[in-house]
């Protein structure tokens, strides 16, 4: 007679499960005086990064800013002195953009202050 092969619950070929964790291990995880896992930032740093953020966007819009304004400016003051009137350059793109970082950058100043980041 031939033998008949039966195949083992658990071949060696095949990936054992992961085992549960106890309940113990799990509620201490998820209690709130836990310290968080070190890959989560914690709100301190998350505040800070937003602050530093919004004073570099205030930073750079006003440059934006400053930068429209100046050649609005200088293109203006070189038509005047043109005998035929002369052409002068209004950049409003650069002041509108420049205005929009430092709005943009105020708010992140102001959350960073709050208690949420979100």
Do not use: C
């Not at 995880?29 to 990064?49: G, I, K, N, Q, T």
């Not at 038509?79 to 035929?84: D, G, H, P, V």
Request: glycine letters at 6%; hydrophobic letters at 40%; a neutral charge.
């Amino acid at each position: 007679m031939a033998e008949q092969h039966t195949p083992e619950p658990h071949s060696s070929n095949r990936p054992q499960p992961e085992p549960v964790p106890n309940a113990e291990h799990t509620d201490a995880a998820l209690s709130p005086s836990a310290e968080p896992p070190p890959y989560v930032p914690r709100p301190e740093a998350l505040r800070h990064d937003l602050k530093v953020r919004g004073e570099r966007a205030v930073i750079f819009g006003a440059l934006w800013l400053l930068a429209g304004v100046l050649i609005t400016l200088i293109t203006y003051v070189n038509a005047l002195q043109s005998f035929s009137g002369g052409i002068y350059v209004v950049a409003w793109g650069p002041a509108v953009y420049g205005l929009y970082r430092i709005i943009s950058g105020l708010i992140m100043i102001k959350k960073s202050r709050t208690q949420s980041v979100n």
